[in-house]
């Protein structure tokens, strides 16, 4: 079965320095790894995906993950973190039976300090 | 903008009541899917259609229910409500053929 693990409940940094989200994930299989954002009161958001390719992945906001095999994690950054990336990331991994239903982790609030 | 519209966006109901969630998903998208979130069970998985066809299911009660109409628009039905079914409840929509699943804003359900 497959899982996601989402280490940090919160993380804090402040605005203009880099940001890491960490995700680490368990699947048989080759990983379909996903991450949104959700701001407050709003709806999820996609920011990126790997499937197959590059091990670092651009996606939406300068925000990149870096897939890491032998580590088995997707963890998530931004080189200059902005007040406006405050928000709740959720890290995900695709269902492998074909189904493309989502398991998702806990969520980690990110905090950025002015 | 997602693409994908629920409505209501809001809901207030006692418990015992019956209450139904409307989807719409993105234009030309054939998967629909509905998730809870709640503070206890983060995010859930609760059920997935597919052009009209059940095709998973995740932790979704039995006294829920859901189903896709023709018009590929859905609706996810809870009934006998307890007040832990409080929850925001989002429909997602995916091209039939990609991996990316878009969300809606949500429907937030408070039964009282």
């Known amino acids: 079965a497959q899982s996601v693990a989402q280490p940090e409940d919160q993380v804090n940094v402040a605005e203009g320095n880099p940001l890491t989200v960490k995700c680490t994930y368990s699947?048989?299989?080759?990983?379909?790894l996903f991450w949104y954002v959700q701001y407050p009161n709003r709806g999820l958001q996609f920011l990126l995906k790997?499937?197959?390719?590059?091990?670092l992945v651009k996606g939406s906001y300068g925000f990149e993950a870096e897939f890491n095999k032998s580590q088995t994690s997707f963890h998530l950054k931004k080189p200059s973190a902005l007040v406006s990336d405050s928000a709740l990331y959720f890290c995900?991994?695709?269902?492998?039976?074909?189904?493309?239903?989502?398991?998702f982790g806990t969520g980690t609030r990110l905090t950025v300090i002015p | 903008d997602s693409g994908v519209t629920q409505t209501p966006k809001h809901l207030i109901t006692a418990t015992g009541q019956r209450v139904t969630l409307r989807c719409s998903p993105r234009?030309?998208?054939?998967?629909v899917y509905w998730y809870q979130q709640s503070l206890d069970q983060g995010l859930q998985f609760l059920i997935q259609?597919?052009?009209?066809?059940?095709?998973a299911k995740g932790n979704i009660l039995e006294r829920f229910s859901a189903q896709q109409f023709p018009d590929l628009h859905s609706e996810l039905n809870l009934s006998s409500l307890e007040l832990g079914d409080s929850a925001l409840y989002f429909c997602?929509?995916?091209?039939?053929?990609?991996?990316?699943?878009?969300f809606g804003e949500g429907s937030w359900l408070t039964v009282v």
């Open positions: 234009s030309g998208d054939l998967s």
């Open positions: 997602a929509s995916s091209p039939s053929s990609g991996n990316t699943i878009y």
């Open positions: 259609y597919y052009n009209g066809e059940e095709r």
């Open positions: 995900a991994v695709a269902d492998q039976t074909g189904a493309n239903n989502l398991f």
């Open positions: 699947v048989s299989g080759n990983p379909y």
């Open positions: 790997y499937i197959t390719g590059d091990n």
